[in-house]
Each structure stands twice: as C-alpha cells, then as structure tokens.
C-alpha cells in the first residue's frame, strides 16, 4: 500500500514538475491581461480557443433550437385541416397549451383538477408539466408538441375546463359559457 503511494506521489510530482508554462513573450495581448479585466470579447476568443478542439455535439444532445427539424413529408398531409399541419411541424418541439378552468374554483381547487388532468394525459403516455399561473389559469407545457392537439381534445371534453389556447388559437371547452355564445 505504502508503495502505490509513493509511486502516485512520484507520477504527481514528474508531472508538476514538467508541466510548462507558456514563454510571456509569445501570448496575445489580451492573453497577458488579469482574467478580472477581460472584455466580453476576450472571453469569447477564450471560448473559442476552449471548444475548438472538442468534437461537435450529436443532434439530440444539442439545446432545442439548434436541433435539426424533422422532415415533414407534405404527400400524407392534408392541405384542408391547417391544424393537422401545424401539429406536424411541432413535432419534436416544446409547446405550451394554456387551459382555463372554469367555474369560480379556488386556486386550490383549480390546482386539484389540473392535477388530475396532467395525471390522465400521463395514464395515456402524453407527457405534460403542468404550471399555475393564475387562481383558474395554468400553463401545461408539452416537449413533443405534436401531443399538445390530442391533450387539447381531451382537456376540452372535460366539464371544469373553459378554453384551452395553443399557438394563440383558443379552443372552448365543451360545457363552457363561451362556446354557447360563439
């Protein structure tokens, strides 16, 4: 035991030891500089010069919005339902639906109902995070939003819901005071 580690306390020691730091003669300008005085400009050339040796990201691995969008294929669309086309191009993308409780529900209430819905949407495989933002309000955000339109014609169907608006367009709930006056 003593022996290994005197053996990694020796390797650790070679390699301090000849570890070599850059001559000040051949840096950059900015490179000479005290790292509390750099400019945003000069931490972005110290990005650059970190990620120019790393290998690109895979494209499921990247942020959302650099994400390659998936091919549609227009030949199985139907050019008369414009919401079957929107739906496919949201596939793969975040989106959010904001579905309005009706009734005078309390924010508890609200938040019970809501999370009754979220748990039917999750029984039938539509994964959504549900937020809320106001007392009857909430946010029910879905990562593949091509989900976001089946969740809408469940969440209509259901008796405490009023609208449920994706992509600014609003869609009553079945037994709400709305859809009697539209």
Not at 69 to 96: F, Y
Not at 146 to 158: G, S, T, Y
Not at 161 to 174: A, D, H, L, N
Request: glycine content about 4%; charged content about 35%; overall charge negative.
């Amino acid at each position: 035991m003593v022996r290994k580690v005197s053996f990694l306390f020796l390797v650790f020691l070679i390699v301090a030891v000849s570890g070599k730091k850059s001559d000040e003669k051949n840096k950059p300008q900015w490179a000479k500089k005290d790292i509390r005085d750099y400019t945003d400009a000069d931490m972005e050339r110290l990005l650059e010069q970190w990620e120019e040796d790393e290998e690109p990201l895979e494209p499921d691995e990247l942020p959302e919005h650099l994400r390659p969008q998936a091919p549609i294929d227009l030949s199985k669309l139907d050019v008369n339902n414009p919401e079957a086309m929107v739906r496919e191009s949201k596939k793969g993308r975040t989106v959010m639906a904001f579905v309005q409780v009706g009734g005078s529900s309390s924010r508890e209430e609200s938040e019970t109902i809501t999370k009754i819905w979220q748990s039917s949407l999750w029984n039938n495989h539509i994964q959504a995070e549900r937020y809320m933002i106001e007392d009857a309000r909430a946010i029910f955000m879905f990562k593949d939003g091509a989900q976001a339109w089946v969740a809408k014609d469940f969440l209509v169907e259901q008796e405490q819901c009023e609208s449920v608006t994706i992509e600014s367009k609003k869609y009553p709930g079945k037994y709400s005071a709305e859809k009697d006056e539209l």
